[in-house]
């Protein structure tokens, strides 16, 4: 059983920063992929970025590639996504998983946190 928790999110206008973490309890944290998902109003939940459990491999959405940055550290049992240059499009709830593969789909992911929102202004 692996608990997520998610923070960092906040209001920011476009082209600032923001890092968001999630802190996972459970032995499993440092076997597993980790991986953003984030879900806008009316959207679906899409894949932002995924690390693998040793952090050697990572994926991200095309949309955020260059800009926002996914890394883990498993000694604090927390994975992070650096967002840089943000922009409105990135406005969306974001959410956290863990799952045993390293996927850019949501089928492999089975626990999840409940997400914290993000708001970028123009």
């Known amino acids: 059983q692996v608990q997520l928790v998610e923070s960092g999110g906040g209001l920011v206008q476009a082209g600032d920063s923001l890092r968001l973490s999630c802190v996972a309890s459970g032995r499993t944290f440092r076997t597993s992929a980790m991986a953003w998902f984030r879900q806008a109003p009316e959207k679906e939940r899409e894949f932002v970025a995924a690390?693998?459990?040793?952090?050697?491999?990572?994926y991200y959405a095309d949309s955020v590639k260059g800009r926002f940055t996914i890394s883990r550290d498993n000694a604090k049992n927390t994975v992070y996504l650096q967002m840089n240059s943000l922009k409105p499009e990135d406005t969306a709830v974001y959410y956290c998983?863990?799952?045993?593969?390293?996927?850019?789909?949501?089928?492999?992911?089975?626990?999840w946190g409940q997400g914290t929102q993000v708001t970028v202004s123009s």
């Open positions: 690390i693998s459990w040793n952090g050697d491999t990572s």
């Open positions: 998983a863990a799952g045993p593969t390293t996927s850019r789909v949501r089928v492999p992911y089975d626990y």
